[in-house]
């Protein structure tokens, strides 16, 4: 299961390095939710995570389509912030 952290207002998500998986969900001064992450395949090979304009609609729906990512790729750790 991946962990969700929620970020005080102003707060950024930690420096994970070059070399840990990481996932992001940041408030836009719209409305949306946008959500941007790294990590790789069993391979070895990198993967990125770019939201999906229908998933950014909620912080529900951004925060569902983040997690079967995050699941998938081994991802422990979802960063979210609510506030723009």
Request: net charge negative; charged share 20%; glycine share 10%.
């Amino acid at each position: 299961m991946t962990e969700i952290i929620y970020l005080s207002p102003g707060e950024q998500m930690p420096d994970v390095g070059d070399d840990q998986p990481w996932l992001v969900i940041e408030a836009s001064g719209d409305g949306r939710f946008f959500g941007t992450g790294a990590s790789w395949k069993a391979s070895g090979e990198w993967v990125g995570y770019g939201s999906l304009i229908e998933d950014d609609i909620s912080l529900e729906r951004a925060l569902a389509a983040a997690q079967v990512w995050a699941l998938k790729y081994s991802v422990p750790t979802i960063w979210v912030q609510v506030t723009p």
